[in-house]
């Protein structure tokens, strides 16, 4: 990953969630000390923008293996973050629900 901003890497699972009026959706949760850094870069963004984001989700760009993408880390309830993995990254990334994943984020 290039540019400016501040690097996190760090292994998780990833984990799936059905809702019979969603569908399946595949995340991976993000672990305590990278959580605090992205509530940080949240409080930030609220403080620098006067406004919360949509759902309080937070803009990053994040690698799995050879895959980069841009998307958006989502606060969860009981504290920590979830960020969505997509069906076109799982399968370029041979992952399945239960997987270890090693992943690098950047705010």
């Known amino acids: 990953m290039t540019g400016g ?3 996190h890497s760090f292994t998780t699972t990833l984990v799936q969630w059905h809702s019979e009026s969603h569908g399946t959706w595949h995340f991976i949760g993000v672990p305590a000390p990278v959580a605090e850094a ?3 870069a949240a409080l930030m963004h609220r403080l620098e923008t006067g406004r919360r984001s949509g ?3 937070l803009k990053l760009t994040i690698r799995i293996g050879d895959s980069e993408w841009r998307t958006s880390a989502f606060p969860l309830h009981e504290k920590g973050w ?3 993995v997509s ?4 399968k370029a990334e041979g992952l399945i629900a239960g997987d270890t994943i090693e992943a690098t984020l950047r705010v």
């Open 38 to 40: 992205l509530d940080a």
């Open 87 to 90: 069906a076109k990254v799982r």
């Open 82 to 84: 979830s960020i969505p």
């Open 55 to 57: 759902f309080g989700s």
């Open 5 to 7: 901003a501040e690097s």
